[in-house]
C-alpha cells in the first residue's frame, strides 16, 4: 500500500461575505505559496455564493476548492439546489456529502447521499462522504455499527480512492466541549478502514478523514493516528493561522 497523502479540508458552512471569504481564501493561498512544497493536500470549502470569487483567488496555487452540498440530478426544477456540474463550472474539484448537519437538520438519508455522491462522481468530483454517531448512539455503544450502516447505504457503486474520500465526524464532539481520544478516533477509523477495503477496489487507498473540533491543540495528536489520512475542520478553518496550524502538523 502506496502512502496516502493527508488531506486537510475546510468547511467553512454558512460563514462568510465576499470581501471575508476573499481576504481567507488569499491568505490560505499566501501560506501555501510561502510554504514551497509541502507533504499534504489543502481544501476548503467555501459557501456557494463565494465559491467563483474563492476558486480565482486560490487558482493556480495548489489549493483546491469544494461545495458543501450538491443535488444528484444534473438540472431541473430544485430551487435552491445545486449541481454537481455547477460546482465544477465554478472551480470545484470536491464537494461533501451527508455531513452530520445535512442528515440531522434536512433529514437526509444515506439513499439521497449516496446519489448526490454517484452524482459528483459522475461530474469529475471527489465526493467526501461523511459517517458518525450522536451521542446516544455512542453511549449505547452503537458507535460501530451506526458507522457501518452509513457506509453500507452512503457509498455508491463505482466509488474509488480516486473519486471518494470518507470522513469520520462523530456528532457529539462537534462544537459541543467534547472531544473523542485518539484511542476512540482510532477504533473507528480501523473500523472504516477494513470496511473500506472489502467495499472499494483500491480500499486500502481511499483517505479517512477525521472532523471532530479539529484545533491546532490537539491536530498533531490526532494526525499520529493510523488510519487517520487528514482533517475535515469546521470553525478553526475560518482562521487562516489556525488553518496553518492544523495543516502543519501533518508535516
Not at 459528483?120 to 467526501?128: D, K, P, S
Not at 496553518?244 to 508535516?251: D, L, M, V
Request: net charge neutral; charged share 15%; glycine share 12%.
Amino acid at each position: 500500500m502506496g502512502e496516502r497523502r493527508k488531506l486537510i479540508a475546510g468547511n467553512w458552512k454558512m460563514n462568510g461575505l465576499h470581501a471575508d471569504g476573499v481576504a481567507l481564501a488569499a491568505g490560505i493561498a499566501e501560506k501555501l505559496k510561502a510554504a514551497g512544497v509541502v507533504s499534504f493536500d489543502l481544501l476548503i470549502c467555501p459557501p456557494a455564493t463565494l465559491i467563483w470569487p474563492v476558486s480565482a483567488v486560490v487558482k493556480g496555487c495548489g489549493v483546491a476548492v469544494g461545495g458543501q452540498d450538491c443535488h444528484p440530478k444534473t438540472s431541473g426544477a430544485h430551487t435552491g439546489d445545486i449541481s454537481p456540474s455547477m460546482l465544477v463550472d465554478a472551480g470545484c474539484s470536491y464537494v461533501i456529502v451527508g455531513h452530520s448537519e445535512r442528515r440531522q437538520d434536512h433529514k437526509e438519508p444515506d439513499a439521497l447521499i449516496a446519489a448526490k455522491a454517484a452524482a459528483a462522481h459522475a461530474a469529475g468530483l471527489t465526493a467526501i462522504i461523511c459517517v458518525g454517531e450522536t451521542l446516544a448512539q455512542r453511549e449505547a455503544g452503537q458507535a460501530g455499527a451506526v458507522v457501518a450502516s452509513q457506509l453500507s447505504g452512503s457509498i455508491p457503486a463505482g466509488s474509488t480512492a480516486a473519486n471518494t474520500v470518507v470522513a469520520y465526524e462523530p456528532v457529539w464532539a462537534i462544537g459541543t466541549g467534547r472531544n473523542a481520544t485518539p484511542a476512540d478516533v482510532a477504533e473507528i477509523h480501523a473500523a472504516i478502514r477494513a470496511d473500506l477495503i472489502k467495499r472499494i477496489p483500491g480500499g486500502s487507498c481511499v483517505r479517512i478523514l477525521y472532523g471532530g473540533s479539529v484545533k491546532q491543540s490537539n491536530a498533531g495528536d490526532l494526525m499520529a493516528v493510523p488510519d487517520v489520512d487528514g482533517a475535515l475542520v469546521g470553525g478553526a478553518s475560518l482562521k487562516v493561522d489556525d488553518f496553518w496550524g492544523i495543516a502543519a502538523s501533518c508535516c
